[in-house]
């Protein structure tokens, strides 16, 4: 199934816009846990266990897993998610770009390797470098406009009248879109750039990250990118959910985040 | 010792701009060589055996090794690279870009686990996303013009005059440089915006891959680049070297194709 059928039937199943990011800092484990990778591994999917059903995504972000020598760990937390919750999307968010038969690597990685049903990835090098990915059957979900301070060094630059993340936009939706599965990373820190990338893309998933630990505000970012059947929206959590306590209740206190992060949003209407 | 240190003791050491790639791929190892992980390996070593006097960097491209689940075997071909061959500058070709502490634990990727002195870098997320590779002492080599036909479909967009991948060179020269060691990538086959980019960066390094197999004019592209002092450029070659054969001589074959491509570049006048 590719990358927006998958989607599709993760919102449906859940009923949630919400995705969890697993961005496992071995450094803010709760204090049942030690350093290693076998913790690395169970926290992940102590955190998965407690909030599959209230989630249209998983995200687990592989730099953590890079820094702490942990592709392993990361290979079996995408299979258990694959193999318990086939209701939920399983996005890599790796936020790869590279061409040619560089990019076909990076492909066998997200989608042999790892099962991704979608790999976050960077556009600034065009339109062939996400080929390998639609050749494999996988989604691309494009970096657009993003939430962290020198997101305007170049996004916002004016590109001919429009900022650079609308050519993006444009691009993905014009370009992309007809030669694969395609979504867009737009941060919830800005909620009225993500209603004017909501207007040039149609109904294509965006990928929203920045509620919580980052500060931005949900419902206003849900309010300016939800499609009219109420679904088109993936919502980030990571660090408010999966680090909601440090102690024993680690995986009973990210449930309860994600409850309270789910119900803040836009409701699904059911299918 | 920092990037831009190292790779100044490179040039003079070697006399040379070359840079190998060191692009893995089994589909074309020499006969002699099977699949596993442990040919991967001795390729790459004997590879580097044979070219390290001719060379001012290897380059490691991660995403070969990571679609093989060998990011053990290249941790063991940097300390490799590192220890035997200390004049030499080792380049992670990773086109990383994140933010925060995503952007921090790829810095210990790059720096910590592979201990390169410089990695390569996507420029779309901005000033914040290298800050925490300057603040490991690593190098960056930010994505500027790259050589693949999709390379215009954002690069060449006019930015208020300029196209973006020149304001993508002011922003590393001015605001980046101040902060960190720094270089760009700019492809081979546009010698034209070579020149433009040195105009615009001063004496920072800038890598040059697209030559050999590519199809990019060395010559052309070293006199566009080069910088008063001889100096300035890393030029990279990968499958014209490493699979200059596919027998039992692919070592002695790869140091022959090193010596041509280094010869071909103009030369470095001694320090």
Redesign the interface.
């Known amino acids: 199934m590719g990358f927006h059928d998958q989607l599709r039937r993760s919102w449906d199943a859940s009923g949630s816009l919400l995705c969890v990011g697993l ?1 496992p ?1 071995p450094a803010k484990f709760p204090a049942p846990l030690d350093h290693g990778n076998e913790s690395l591994l169970r926290f992940c999917t102590e955190i998965v266990d407690a909030t599959a059903d209230l989630v249209c995504a998983f995200k687990p ?1 592989i ?2 897993f ?2 702490q ?1 942990a ?1 392993g760990a990361l ?1 079996q937390l995408c299979a258990y998610i694959r193999d318990r919750y086939p209701d939920v999307t399983l996005i890599l968010d790796a ?9 076909e ?2 492909a ?2 997200a989608f ?2 790892y099962g991704a049903h979608a790999v976050t990835a ?8 996400v080929e390998p990915f639609f050749a494999h059957g996988g989604g691309v979900i494009a ?1 657009c406009r ?10 916002s ?4 009248g429009r900022p ?1 993340y609308v ?2 936009a444009e ?1 993905v939706a014009n ?1 992309w879109a007809p030669r694969g599965d395609c979504g867009l990373v737009v941060g919830a820190t800005y909620p009225d750039e993500l209603r004017t990338v909501r207007e040039v893309v149609g109904d294509l998933p965006i990928l929203v990250p920045g509620i919580g630990a980052q500060g931005g505000d949900a419902q206003a970012a849900t309010a300016a990118g939800i499609t009219a059947d109420h679904r088109g929206l993936i919502i980030s959590s990571s660090r408010a959910i999966i680090y909601a306590s440090s102690g024993e209740d680690f995986a009973e206190a990210a449930r309860a985040a994600a409850i309270d992060a789910r119900d803040s949003l836009v409701p699904i209407t059911p299918r």
């Open positions: 961005d800092d972000q730099a953590y890079a820094s020598r592709e290979e936020k790869r770009g590279d061409i040619g038969s560089t990019a690597h990076y066998r990685e042999g390797r960077n556009p600034y090098l065009g339109g062939d470098s970096l993003t939430s962290n301070p020198g997101g305007d060094d170049l996004q630059l004016d590109c001919g650079l050519r993006v691009m370009e």
